[in-house]
């Protein structure tokens, strides 16, 4: 009996051990943090550089299997990527170039004051019909009180009513008239008490300050490059100029500047670091963003930093009241039926309100964009299933970017696995041959830790693309790492894409382009400007927006005026709608 007992309880031990190892190996499966396996080394080709598992999905195994792992790692652009190769000491004579914001001077004029901007309601009247439309006067004070007599401050406009959850910018761009007076045009779409808002985000006399910042000193922050060799780690600036920020208690410069140039080959985008004292350039590993070295002396930050500059200004009268005609709450007012937004496909121009000037691009209703070009659909997860199933949707850009990846990984959740292989963010569903690759473009970036070997430019990973054709999206987006750089510089980088784009339709004809507009974000420092961000859009518009078959994804109306407020990452409603957006295209 004994014995048996002994036979018995040895068994029940084993099975709960069993039991016990295969629950943990579940709970690994499905909730375990992210776990990173480094290999990196200058001296071999990047290889799967980690895997990870999040709170939306599990970890993809069995990589080399996946379709877009085996085509993307056949590519060029998995080496090496040639700016690392082509690293190289060089030496350059010191000048005089600036180096703190002291060059910078204000113009001589009358300082606008925002606290005494005011705004009126041409001609109120005391009901409105849907599709009605109002004017808004703004007239811009100095401190005096006196009207002003330029124009040049940077204002955004918007209608609201909370209950609905509904906001609306104004029709086109709001008109300076040049002598202190704004006008901005509503529509108005929804019924119910409507409240007209209007913003100084920037006075003429700061956005002629950033310019100036921007122009005369792109290099006021600093990146720091990490190099490893032998055993040991050196920090030094990095920047797309020689002349970047020195604020680096370890570095010392000499009458000659040593820096490692990692200039691209192929695209020409500069890339220095100051070289490291007892390393050579080869053993580059990493860059890390650091915005706590920004060059501005403490009368610059009082006056570009201040929490004052973003001003909400009075309005009379403050609210007006649109009532429900035969039935109706809700009208897009638009004399023609709206067509379905994939019909638009590859015309930029009905895709963006900004390139045509127009009207306003859409608005939200109960939280639901609405674009006024064409009638966006809504997307739950089966819906999504089926207009993603068989398609790669490659995502080439920043974190505002990276968020419709993270939200469609959410969204499609135990469905899908998820994997990192040489800079890309892989989103996978077998079952449904779904891939969703988020890649971040190349330097400058501002982000943490971005590795050498696996940073490379879109340019360059769109040359190197052998996938295309219709069931190929790309989604592009290039702005929010660039509001620090001169805008010869970004035209340069856009060029490049530009290029890239046409030589990648040539090679794969079908496969759809799209550009994802900047997005408004929190008030900071002054090299975050929202007025950076819109002078980024419009150069990008212009440049990339053009092309045939190129479609906009506009989210600049988007995020004005929504109720969660501005964020460089938009809240998850605002991203579902933006996502909706791009997949009412497909």
């Keep these: 009996m004994a014995v048996r007992r002994m036979s018995l309880r040895r068994r029940i031990l084993h099975v709960l051990f069993v039991l016990a190892i295969v629950s943990l190996v579940v709970y690994l499966f499905q909730y375990g943090e992210k776990t990173s396996i480094s290999l990196h080394s200058v001296n071999m080709p990047p290889k799967i550089l980690d895997v990870q598992m999040n709170k939306f999905s599990r970890m993809c195994l069995n990589l080399n299997q996946i379709p877009i792992i085996k085509r993307l790692r056949s590519e060029k652009h998995r080496k090496i990527p040639n700016w690392l190769l082509s690293g190289h000491a060089v030496e350059i004579e010191e000048v005089n170039n600036p180096t703190t914001i002291q060059n910078i001077q204000m113009n001589k004029m009358t300082h606008a004051c925002p606290e005494f901007f005011e705004a009126i309601i041409k001609d109120p009247k005391p009901i409105y019909q849907l599709c009605d439309t109002i004017e808004l006067i703004i007239t811009a004070r100095d401190c005096n009180r006196n009207v002003l007599k330029s124009g040049g401050d ?14 609306q910018t104004q029709e086109g761009n709001i008109t300076d008239v040049g002598n202190g007076t704004y006008i901005a045009r509503f529509t108005l779409r929804w019924v119910g008490d409507v409240k007209p808002v209007v913003a100084v985000v920037r006075t003429r006399q700061e956005v002629e300050y ?6 005369q ?36 410069i000499n009458k000659t500047r040593h820096l490692c140039n990692f200039t691209d080959p192929a695209t020409g985008s500069p890339w220095f670091c100051i070289k490291p004292i007892n390393m050579p350039c080869h053993a580059y590993d990493f860059t890390v963003g650091d915005t706590d070295r920004e060059i501005l002396h403490d009368k610059s930050k009082l006056l570009i930093n201040s929490s004052k500059t973003f001003k909400y200004i009075s309005i009379t009268p403050d609210s007006i009241t649109v009532q429900v005609v035969q039935g109706q709450f809700v009208s897009s007012c638009e004399l023609n039926k709206t067509p379905m937004c994939n019909s638009l496909r590859g015309n930029s121009i009905y895709a963006s ?9 859409g608005m939200y209703y109960k939280d639901v964009w ?17 207009t993603l199933r068989n398609k790669y949707l490659l995502l080439f850009g920043d974190s505002t970017i990276r968020q419709w990846s993270e939200y469609i990984n959410a969204t499609l ?29 190349g330097f400058p970036v501002r982000g943490n830790h971005n590795t050498a070997t696996s940073t490379e430019y879109i340019a360059n990973r769109l040359d190197s693309l052998q996938i295309g054709g219709n069931d190929v999206i790309i989604v592009l987006s290039v702005w929010a790492h660039f509001t620090v750089n001169t805008l010869d510089f ?13 030589r990648l339709q040539t090679r794969h004809p079908g496969t759809q382009v799209f550009i994802k507009s900047a997005n408004t974000r929190e008030k900071g420092l002054a090299s975050f400007s929202n007025w950076y961000a819109w002078e980024c859009d419009q150069l990008m518009r212009l440049m990339l927006g053009n092309i045939p078959g190129i479609t906009i994804i506009d989210v600049w109306d988007m995020t004005i005026g929504h109720h969660t407020g501005f964020h460089l990452l938009p809240k998850k409603i605002v991203v579902k709608n933006e996502v909706d957006l791009l997949l009412s295209y497909l």
């Design 413 to 441: 959740g135990a469905d899908v696995c998820t994997a990192k292989f040489s800079g890309t963010s892989l989103v996978y569903s077998s079952r449904y041959n779904i891939s969703v690759a988020f890649t971040i473009h």
């Design 353 to 361: 309100s900004m390139t045509n000037g127009i009207k306003a691009s």
């Design 370 to 386: 609405k674009p006024l070009h064409c009638r966006k659909s809504i997307f739950d997860k089966e819906r999504m299933i089926k």
């Design 154 to 167: 940077f204002l955004w406009t918007w209608i609201k009513t909370d209950h609905f959850k509904a906001s």
């Design 217 to 252: 000193i792109p290099a006021r922050f600093a990146n720091s490059g990490y190099f490893k060799f032998n055993g040991s780690t050196e920090i030094v600036p990095c920047h797309t100029t020689p002349w970047m920020n020195l604020n680096f208690t370890k570095v010392k």
């Design 210 to 215: 950033l310019r100036q910042l921007r122009e």
């Design 490 to 502: 970004y035209k340069q980088r856009l060029l490049g894409i530009r290029n890239a784009v046409y």
